[in-house]
T-cell receptor, first 115, second 112 residues
Framework: SAVISQKPSRDICQRGTSLTIQCQVD?????MFWYRQQPGQSLTLIAT?????????ESGFVIDKFPISRPNLTFSTLTVSNMSPEDSSIYLC????????????FGPGTRLTVT | GDSVTQMEGPVTLSEEAFLTINCTYT??????LFWYVQYPGEGLQLLLK?????DKGSNKGFEATYRKETTSFHLEKGSVQVSDSAVYFC???????????FGTGTQLKVEL
């Protein structure tokens, strides 16, 4: 499976500011995704990061709030914009590799606290 | 839409006890089914998977069988260890696996 890293691993931010989270994979992958895990809850898909084009967002998530970039097959960023305390969550990237049609592998997550 | 229902936790067991965590699903089409595990302070790890009816996924002593007739994918382990303490998530994907739908997670605590 691919080795996935995320930066930062955690951060404490003030409301109204923005944070960009990076996801780096050690091999080329076909698909990259961003999930949110709110405190005590399950994971929810935010969007699919598409290489060279706009991300595909799930219902309830919009580009102005969560802009995503994917400049190549191994790297993606998620920005959480104009943050409020409700954005306090763990944000995880996941990848689906070239060798598998079904499996997704997850990064270690970024724990965000908004004060 | 697709959904996954898991038994609520926390589940507390003594070491060497038998474990069952129930998972049922609702999906259009024929989903692939997964169990993920999240150890304290760590990220999500794929534990096992099954991609068609009657398939049995297994890993690290854990097993789950894809039961289409009961739309279930229950996780079992014959003898749990303290190191198995974690949160377990059941999940499904349809249409090529691009979107994972997760259950709410079940926290397992194993005591000596």
């Amino acid at each position: 499976s691919a080795v996935i890293s995320q930066k930062p691993s955690r951060d404490i931010c003030q409301r109204g500011t923005s944070l960009t989270i990076q996801c780096q994979v050690d091999s080329q992958v076909t698909m990259m995704f961003w999930y949110r895990q709110q405190p005590g809850q399950s994971l929810t898909l935010i969007a699919t990061a598409n290489q060279g084009s706009e991300a595909t967002y799930e219902s309830g998530f919009v580009i102005d709030k969560f802009p995503i970039s994917r400049p190549n097959l191994t790297f993606s960023t998620l920005t959480v914009s104009n943050m409020s305390p409700e954005d306090s969550s763990i944000y995880l990237c996941s990848v689906k590799g070239l060798a598998s049609n079904y499996e997704q592998y997850f990064g270690p997550g970024t724990r965000l606290t908004v004060t | 839409g697709d959904s996954v229902t898991q038994m609520e936790g926390p589940v507390t067991l003594s070491e060497e006890a038998f474990l069952t965590i129930n998972c049922t699903y609702t999906a259009t089409g024929y989903p692939s089914l997964f169990w993920y595990v999240q150890y304290p302070g760590e990220g999500l790890q794929l534990l096992l998977k099954a991609t068609k009816a009657d398939d049995k996924g297994s890993n690290k002593g854990f097993e789950a069988t894809y039961r289409k007739e009961t739309t279930s994918f229950h996780l079992e382990k014959g003898s749990v260890q303290v190191s198995d303490s974690a949160v377990y998530f059941c999940a499904l994907s349809t249409g090529g696996g691009n979107k994972l739908t997760f259950g709410t997670g079940t926290q397992l605590k194993v005591e000596l």
